[in-house]
């Protein structure tokens, strides 16, 4: 039996042991050795501190930070956890997108007929069929419209026929709630579709009040005009010294936009973008209306209907869209949700001739596969981030940050990220007035990622060293915002 002063003696030897081992194998900051991590030290205590401060508390978290020549991880803080990512999501569609359609992918919308032309005469059906251009506008269809002027179309017996069977007919992705559908973010999907300016918010209207005279009600607009919304307006024009209360939105199920409240004379217009219920007679719609502005008749019996180009048609007119390389800015600058989804189903209809959201979204787990990124932990319901039940870990994220650096097409998804401090909204856009600090300004370009109680961001950072550093960081069942402190992460990131 051993003495009290040997079990004292063996003890203190095996902590020796213990400590001596630990110093060289234990893992630390994702797996690296003590020796390993010994100069991002700071980083470790900095971003600790941030994620056990009071304001952090309840807030579910997953950081991770790489070495973005290395792709090693220098810092994780429950890296393998999945958690709600918001619009971070779009990293992933983004890349994917890039590399399954390529940079130089662009969409087309087409008006076809199968009917016989004669003495100006087009005796048959126009078929405007879309693939989902979210580029499309007013304008665009004008241009479609003079094609058939200038080709010596001054007439046709038939009817529009509206093909949008490029997608399926699911409109709304899972985690769209009722209470979204009004607004700009949440934009009903289809294969044709239509923009009002180059924000590019496909499927929805600029509705603008403006003053008139006191008592009565504000002028209420459309941009682009279309007879398949119903303006109900309920608005006053009120002396300039009270509040502008105006508000803008459709009612759910149905194509009415209720306009209501006071607009102070004297004041601005008011404007905002609201969602229109079926995209696709809408786009039809505007290029009825295009048809008569050139000069392009329609019977009085006419009718916008839904269908598709029957496989004989003959080609009338035809608009190419910008490529995908150069679409990737105000999708991601922006973060447009209506872009993210589009690309979902044209990667489905791409790789399974199917453009729905679960072809798309297999699409993208294939592709990661391929990319040597395992899945597991990925749960997606959409390619926007809408979705509450998305969940992502952090190191899913930062991987698929690291892969893209590799890949040809890098240069289009590098540069459509936003760019922290930078003002210019095609630069900065989502980062524009946050991060404005010399140490982070510009040296940040990163996807932001916000939803109710969830806030997100991942990008790249330049270090104060002159380090490449790629960083996830994603939360959720925040109280209040957490952009405040993934800031502070960030910049303590930046500090290395």
Known sequence: ?????????????????ILVMASITTPVAGGQTAASVQSYKALEVGINQVITSQRMRGTRSSVVVRDAQTNRIVYQYRGDQGVTPASNVKVLTATTALEVLGKDYTFHTDVLTNGTIHNGVLDGHLYLRGTGDPTLLEADLQGLAKQ??????????????ADDTWFDTQRLSPGIYK????HYFAAQISALTLSPNKDYDAGTTIVTATPTKNGKPAAVTLTPHTNIVNVINRTRTVPKNKANTVTMRRQYGTNNIIVSGNLPVNSGSKRQWVTVANPTAYTADVFKRALAKQGVTLRKEARVTRGKTPTNATMLASKESMSLYYLMMPFMKYSNNAHAE?????????????????????????????????PRGIYLEDGSGMSHKNKIPSEKLSEVLFAAQSKDWYHAFERSLPVAGINDRMLGGTLR???????VKGKVIAKTGSLNRTDSLSGYVKTKSGKDLIFSILTENVNGSARPDIDKMVQVIAAQ
Request: net charge positive; proline share 1%; charged share 25%.
């Open 179 to 182: 209470s979204d559908e009004t």
């Open 433 to 439: 007035n946050r991060l404005t600090n010399p140490l």
């Open 1 to 17: 039996m051993r003495t009290k002063k040997t079990s004292a003696r063996w003890s203190k030897w095996l902590l020796g042991v």
């Open 342 to 374: 589009i690309l979902a189903k044209s990667m489905g209809r791409a790789v399974y001739n199917e453009g729905s959201w679960n072809a798309g979204l297999r699409v993208v787990r294939e592709t990661l596969e391929k990319d040597g990124i395992n």
């Open 148 to 161: 058939l002027r200038d080709a010596g179309i001054h007439s046709v017996t038939g009817h529009i026929v």
